[in-house]
């Protein structure tokens, strides 16, 4: 079973920082794709960022120089470090990748989400 785990969320206080990470884990050949998504209360989910597997990035305009996507490909994983909270960024984030797996008995593509972590920014 592939699935993605986000850890990092948490309260802080605007002008903080923090970083999210989610771990990819499963029987996975290959992962194109990483990315980072938000919901906030009351509105619908917004991409934030993608990072490519050779680590071309590309951003949302509202987290341009505040937001940065890594990625270890060994390893499986992508992070999200975040500097400049406003308020406005409180949200569950979400990490997707778009993989390769081995499942019911055969390599499939999957579009595969994590469960979410909460980010407060607030006093």
Request: proline letters at 2%; glycine letters at 8%.
């Amino acid at each position: 079973q592939v699935q993605l785990v986000e850890s990092g969320g948490g309260l802080v206080q605007p002008g903080g920082s923090l970083r999210l990470s989610c771990a990819a884990s499963g029987a996975i050949s290959s992962i194109n794709d990483m990315g980072w998504y938000r919901q906030a209360p009351g509105k619908e989910r917004e991409w934030v960022a993608t990072i490519t597997r050779n680590k071309r990035t590309n951003y949302v305009d509202s987290v341009k120089g505040r937001f940065t996507i890594s990625r270890d490909n060994a390893k499986n994983t992508v992070d999200l470090q975040m500097s400049s909270l406003e308020p406005e960024d409180t949200a569950v984030y979400y990490c997707k990748a778009n993989l390769v797996a081995y499942t019911s008995l055969a390599y499939r593509y999957l579009e595969v989400w994590g469960q979410g972590t909460l980010v407060t920014v607030s006093l």
